[in-house]
């Protein structure tokens, strides 16, 4: 449908500069909030990821918490890129992408994915925790929840 109306194609076109506006502005407070990524390497002497941001620091994990990466050799680790804009990390060799702010919240993967980390956490066993165990089995169990 073509806009023979004068009047309402420059109404268009004010909408559209304030959109273009609003759409720099908010690309604007990104930069200068959210983490990016000014360079990446995979140490793997201590085995992480290490990701050094623009804004002085550094943010590493360990591989084995991402999903994707955590059966991944050395040499495909160290073989990623990442964009420009430092918003993201890729492996393509992997098919392996990960959002840079995501990562430093956190985030290694799906939202199953994480929910089966946190199982294999809760399920990993040590002597603190085997004591612990043992001490509240004395007192009778882990305490119920008081709802007041």
Not at 19 to 29: F, R
Not at 51 to 76: D, V, W
Not at 90 to 110: A, K, M, Y
Request: proline share 5%; glycine share 8%.
């Amino acid at each position: 449908m073509k806009n023979n109306n004068k009047g309402e194609q420059e109404l268009i076109e004010e909408n559209l500069l304030e959109e273009i506006a609003k759409a720099k502005q908010a690309w604007q407070e990104a930069e200068a909030t959210e983490p990016r990524a000014i360079s990446v390497k995979y140490d793997q002497d201590q085995d992480l990821i290490v990701i050094h941001l623009k804004n002085g620091s550094i943010f590493s994990f360990p591989p084995r918490l991402a999903q994707g990466l955590a059966e991944a050799t050395p040499e495909q680790l160290a073989d990623f890129w990442i964009p420009p804009s430092g918003k993201s990390i890729h492996w393509d060799s992997l098919d392996v992408d990960f959002g840079i702010p995501e990562l430093v919240r956190g985030i290694f993967g799906t939202k199953s994915w994480m929910a089966e980390l946190g199982r294999k956490d809760g399920q990993s066993t040590s002597k603190a925790k085997s004591e612990a165990a043992r001490k509240n089995g004395k007192k009778g169990g882990r305490p119920k929840n008081v709802t007041l």
